[in-house]
Structures are given as structure tokens and as C-alpha cells.
């Protein structure tokens, strides 16, 4: 199955977390919803919508081939 970073992508798949956190961090100090939720959740948010987004990407892309 293709995917955005590969699992051997050590760094990418580093740099995708780093930047997943530093949002999460973010919007936690700027907005005030966000700071009812607390970092740690709208992390782990970010990580299941990039996950769902990617494979249905890629699920729609090459379901045809």
C-alpha cells in the first residue's frame, strides 16, 4: 500500500509528529476551546485525521488501477 511517508522514514514520520505537536501546542495557548481540550488530545486529533485523510487518499487514488 502507498503511502505518504514511508515506515522506514524515520525522519519524516518524526517531522510530521514534531509539527502535529507544535499546532496542538499553539492552539492551546491562542484559543480558548482549545484549552478546554488540552494539547494531548488535539494532538492525538490531528494524528487520526491525518491517518483517515491519507488512506482515503490513497484508497480512492488507486482503487481504479
Not at 488540552?38 to 488507486?62: C, D, E, Q, R, W
Amino acid at each position: 500500500m502507498n503511502t505518504l511517508i514511508s515506515q522506514d522514514d524515520l525522519w519524516g514520520i518524526w517531522s510530521f509528529l514534531i509539527v502535529g505537536a507544535a499546532i496542538s501546542i499553539s492552539l492551546e495557548q491562542k484559543y480558548k476551546w482549545a484549552a478546554k481540550l488540552s494539547g494531548a488530545v488535539i494532538a492525538l486529533f490531528i494524528g487520526l485525521a491525518l491517518t483517515n485523510l491519507a488512506s482515503s487518499y490513497f484508497t480512492h487514488k488507486f482503487s481504479s488501477l
